[in-house]
């Protein structure tokens, strides 16, 4: 398997590239590190074929001229087929502005589009992927800035979102209700009672959302959010146990010990001796 990885250093808040490459995958290559990511990744395909998932989507093929995002913190699955294993290149783009455009078009709420090679959106994408490799200078700065935002208005121009019927708010207020945890779960300040104001819905009502589709209640998913994180840093860092604490939303490192002990069985000094 060969390929690229570059990163970028980016002093936009609003959007950004923050990294890039592209892979020419083996026969059933999947990924196996960390399957929710931490920044929005589009994938355009440029051969081959293989298969594309995520959290509450049904699995998709997908082929050559097709495109597919990793959203910020959504567990994903992509593998290669077997017999025609695809190539693609990727955009990791980060930024407040990133998820408000994205769920204004398609990509955003299906996380693929098929038969996208002939499109605006295809052309810019490309022309931003050859630009993020010219040379650092504050003319290209401004020309990657501006192909990302003609790239998205191309997105949202020829593939916009569906608008949902009522029958459907549902799954719209489930669907916030989970961007908002995995967008904001590092902060002291996300919880549940600032969640359902948000919405402007009942504790009680956004419970039986996730009951329903997840078999926990908000409080749970949120849990299971902020432990999953704390596992990654406790193997993959050498954070402290009150950093770790602090970087998952918990104002201390106590409180934090007793939550990680319930969910995982090991404390969390236990647990990265077990990892490690």
Known sequence: MSGEYRTLSTNSLETG?????KEHCLPNYFFTGNNVRENYIIHVIT???GIFSS?????VNLAQGDIFILPKGVPCFYKADGQEPWSYFWLGLSGIKINTMLQ????????YIKHAQNSNFYQSLTQLYN???????????LLIESLIYQTFYYLNIEYPAHKESNKNKS??????AINYLHDNFEQHSCNINNLCHRLNVSRSYLYSLFKKEFNLSPQQYLTKIRMEEAKNKLN???LSIQQVSQSVGYTDEFTFSKAFKRYSGFSPKAYRQ???
């Open 131 to 141: 630009a993020v490799h010219n040379t650092h200078t504050f003319a290209n700065d």
């Open 274 to 276: 077990l990892e490690n």
């Open 236 to 238: 993959q860092s050498n």
């Open 47 to 49: 051969q081959g074929k």
């Open 17 to 21: 590239v923050v990294f890039f490459g």
């Open 104 to 111: 204004q078009s398609s990509l955003g709420t299906k996380r």
């Open 55 to 59: 959290a509450n989507h049904p699995i």
């Open 171 to 176: 799954d719209t207020y489930l669907n916030s």
